[in-house]
């Protein structure tokens, strides 16, 4: 008898009963081999999400922390600015020799020879019409 090739593609029409629940059971298996890659894939692409999305979430937290002391940094050296042009002025106004004896008059309460100094009251400058 003259041997026949098989193609691969070609199947024979009359399966027995066994070799059928054998297909099944491949594709069966096939399937379960799938969904389980799939579902292993889905779990590590729902890890890498995450924690890129955590480090995108601490990275704004962190941003916007340094956002916030900059402002106040910010405040800071205005605050500085303004006090160094006070002191400056106040060093300005120093070496002026009228301010300077003004001054200690009022604040000291220093008199020059023959002068007399009158003490009123902080109520009674509140009545007084100045």
């Known amino acids: 008898m003259p041997q026949t090739q098989r193609s691969h593609n070609i199947r024979p029409i009359n399966l027995s009963n066994s070799d059928l629940s054998a297909e099944k059971k491949f594709k069966l298996r096939v399937k379960r081999i799938h969904r389980r890659r799939v579902t292993a894939l889905s779990l590590v692409m729902f890890v890498i999400v995450t924690a890129f999305s955590s480090q995108l979430y601490q ?11 900059w402002v106040q940094q910010q405040h800071k050296l ?11 002025n106040q060093v300005r106004q120093l070496h002026d020799a009228e301010y300077l004896d003004n001054l200690i008059r009022y604040r000291f309460n220093y008199s020059h020879d023959g002068e007399i100094i009158y003490n009123i009251p902080n109520e009674a400058n509140k009545n007084l019409n100045f």
Do not use: F, N
Not at 78 to 88: E, F, I, P, T, V
């Open 59 to 69: 990275s704004r937290q962190t941003k916007t922390q340094t956002q916030v002391q």
């Open 78 to 88: 205005q605050r500085a600015r303004s006090q160094y042009r006070d002191l400056s």
